[in-house]
């Protein structure tokens, strides 16, 4: 069997500033997301792919911040090499890639690499990817989704020859539609496209050479610089995935990921649940050392971290609370992010609308708590997005509370 690795791409501090203000205590990467750091997911899925000896994941964050998660993902994931590679500074989707170069291609060589982006929920479909990647002669295969049209310019837009399954044409983020087809930010390449990324960047140094506006560094980006060639080359091909995807860019987002991945732990490891009962709707993820009244009511949709206390008569659907938060009794928490360390008083109210499916310029639809916010007994807090270390005493919607 041929030898598979894969890259994770986690960007660094600079990335993630939408996730706010859940980024300013927690790294994206390792934002809980149903009971598991956001970048767990991706890496638990890879683990599983027959032949794969290795997952590096490529970041500008100081290695201090991966540490403790790769310490542990190493324990979970014994037979995998498990380690993490900082870029000196953010290289683009690319950059990393060709200056890691030499770590990648070391033996065992891989014949091929996974590329995966962080900020995606997905059912990974890894294998199924590997094995029409196996069928073709290309140097590539990328995870095509469907999404609405209106949503599609958005992303990196594809158009697909149907029989083929060819990538004919790729456009990172139009300014016209092309396509409801789209880059899922999942790909498989095959070890040449190393030779590939060394064409960009030798044209890209070329560029800069002849023109003083094209900088001449080491950031390159794998969308227009390898991916766009690649597919005018007819070099590409492309897995439909039919199963759920979405893009974790906002805290909201982050809430649906954590309804999509609840749903599906619930199929394929239940046992990491907790157990139905009258007063636990699942799927409901509780860490073992939360302390839980069983009179509170949870779920569906809820993950509750390390060390939180939830009291007597709590009411929680869609929401995820993180570690060592005190809900009081009596007090209700939906469609919200509780950020840790926070204290909601008794009958207090959290709450939030479900995720639009559009962006919707300036309206906020989930609630979110950062670390370190109590809420006075009896306050409702509807649709805002409040800032660490905040004391509410008063009703608040639909604003940001500094
Ligand atoms: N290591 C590293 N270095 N990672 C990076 C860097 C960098 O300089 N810049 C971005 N990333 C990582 C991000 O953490 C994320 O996982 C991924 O690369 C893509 O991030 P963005 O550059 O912010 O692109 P995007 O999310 O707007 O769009 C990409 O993903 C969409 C799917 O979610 C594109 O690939 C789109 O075509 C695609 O549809």
Redesign the pocket.
């Known amino acids: 069997m041929s030898t598979t690795k894969a890259i994770v791409?986690?960007?660094?501090p600079s990335?993630?500033t939408r996730m706010r203000p859940l980024t300013l205590d927690c790294p994206?990467?390792l934002l809980p997301i149903a009971g598991k750091p956001m970048v767990w997911h991706p890496i638990s899925a890879l683990a599983k792919v027959p032949g794969l000896s290795e997952i590096i994941i490529?970041?500008?964050y100081e290695d201090s911040v991966m540490s403790g998660f790769i310490k542990e993902a190493k324990r979970e994931f014994p037979n995998i090499g498990i380690s993490y590679l900082r870029?000196y500074k953010?290289?683009?989707?690319a950059?990393?890639l060709y200056h890691f170069r030499d770590s990648i291609l070391r033996p065992p060589v891989p014949q091929n690499i996974f590329i995966c982006?962080?900020?995606?929920c997905s059912a990974f479909p890894f294998q199924e990817i590997l094995e029409l990647h196996s069928k073709h002669r290309g140097v590539g295969t990328i995870m095509g989704v469907n999404v609405k049209k209106e949503s599609a310019q958005?992303?990196?837009c594809i158009v697909t020859e149907p029989e083929s399954q060819l990538m004919v044409h790729y456009v990172?983020?139009p300014d016209s539609w092309i396509s409801n087809t789209?880059?899922?930010?999942v790909y498989l390449f095959d070890k040449s496209l190393f030779d590939e990324i060394k064409v960009a960047m030798d044209q890209k140094t070329a560029r800069a050479a002849e023109d003083p506006l094209v900088k001449s560094d080491d950031?390159l980006?794998?969308?227009q610089d390898v991916i766009v060639p690649l597919a005018a080359a007819k070099k590409m091909y492309v897995y439909e995935c039919k199963d759920f995807w979405r893009?974790i860019?906002t805290a909201a987002s982050a809430v649906t990921a954590n309804q999509l991945y609840l749903t599906r732990i619930q199929k394929t490891n239940a046992d990491f649940l907790a157990k139905s009962s009258s007063n636990i709707i699942s799927p409901v993820y509780i860490d073992s050392t939360a302390t839980i009244d069983p009179t509170a009511k949870i779920g569906p949709n809820v993950a509750i971290g390390p060390g939180v206390q939830v009291g007597k008569g709590v009411r929680i659907k869609d929401a995820i609370v993180l570690e060592n938060t005190v809900l009081d009794k009596h007090s209700c928490v939906l469609n919200s992010i509780v950020g840790s360390n926070c204290n909601i008083g008794p009958w207090a109210r959290v709450d939030g609308n479900p995720e639009p499916e559009q962006d919707v310029k300036g309206q906020i639809s989930v609630t979110i708590l950062a670390t370190e916010v109590s809420l006075a007994p009896e306050t409702l807090v509807r649709s805002c997005i409040v800032l660490p270390n905040k004391s509410l005493s008063r009703n608040s919607a639909n604003e940001v509370l500094l």
Do not use: C, H, S, W
């Open positions: 791409l986690v960007g660094g990335k993630g994206k990467p490529i970041g500008f870029e953010a290289l683009g989707t950059g990393g982006n962080i900020d995606i958005k992303y990196g990172e983020k789209v880059n899922g930010g950031i980006r794998l969308e893009q860019k």
